[in-house]
């Protein structure tokens, strides 16, 4: 979740399969969310069920999109 809510715009933009113009729009939602995702973490909800390999490499690409 920290690479995706520290991930700016053309990060986004670099994931496979995410349409490009949609990434200013998912940014914002991200941070403004930002308060809301904050107080989960801290009462201790974290994602702990399996994650599927689409959504792993989706997380991945966010965390080091290549340019």
Same mark, same amino acid.
């Given at each position: 979740?920290?690479?995706? +809510? ?50 792993? +490499?989706?997380? =991945? =690409? ?6």
């Amino acid at each position: 979740m920290d690479a995706i +809510r520290t991930a700016d715009t053309d990060a986004l933009a670099a994931v496979p399969r995410l349409p490009g113009a949609n990434a200013p729009r998912i940014a914002a939602h991200i941070a403004a969310m930002g308060e809301v995702i904050d107080k989960m973490t801290s009462a201790g909800v974290s994602k702990s069920e399996p994650v599927r390999r689409r959504a792993a +490499r989706l997380c =991945a =690409a966010v965390a080091s999109p290549a340019r």
